[in-house]
């Protein structure tokens, strides 16, 4: 079952999320999010975020072949 937390300030609602995962791998990333002044928390929202960015396309990928290009040898209005 997951329980919204929301924010206030126009930030995203949170919602909570259990996992299951290798102790020592528990560990190691504690460490590390300790390491940048960082939650566990925000250090595995981050790391989410960046596999799910990865499906989107990039500006290029996503515009690529939308435009036609300008008429030649006319002025400029």
């Given at each position: 079952?997951?329980?919204?937390?929301?924010?206030?300030?126009?930030?995203?609602?949170?919602?909570?999320?259990?996992?299951?995962?290798?102790?020592?791998?528990?560990?190691?990333?504690?460490?590390?999010?300790?390491?940048q002044?960082?939650?566990?928390?925000?250090?595995?929202?981050?790391?989410?975020?960046?596999?799910?960015?990865?499906?989107?396309?990039?500006?290029?990928?996503?515009?690529?072949?939308?435009?036609?290009?300008?008429?030649?040898?006319?002025?400029?209005?």
């Amino acid at each position: 079952m997951t329980v919204p937390m929301t924010r206030s300030h126009n930030r995203a609602v949170k919602t909570k999320l259990t996992i299951t995962v290798d102790q020592q791998v528990l560990q190691q990333a504690k460490r590390h999010a300790r390491s940048q002044g960082v939650s566990l928390s925000s250090l595995v929202e981050d790391a989410l975020r960046g596999l799910a960015d990865r499906d989107l396309p990039s500006f290029a990928e996503k515009w690529r072949g939308k435009f036609m290009p300008a008429p030649s040898g006319g002025s400029r209005r």
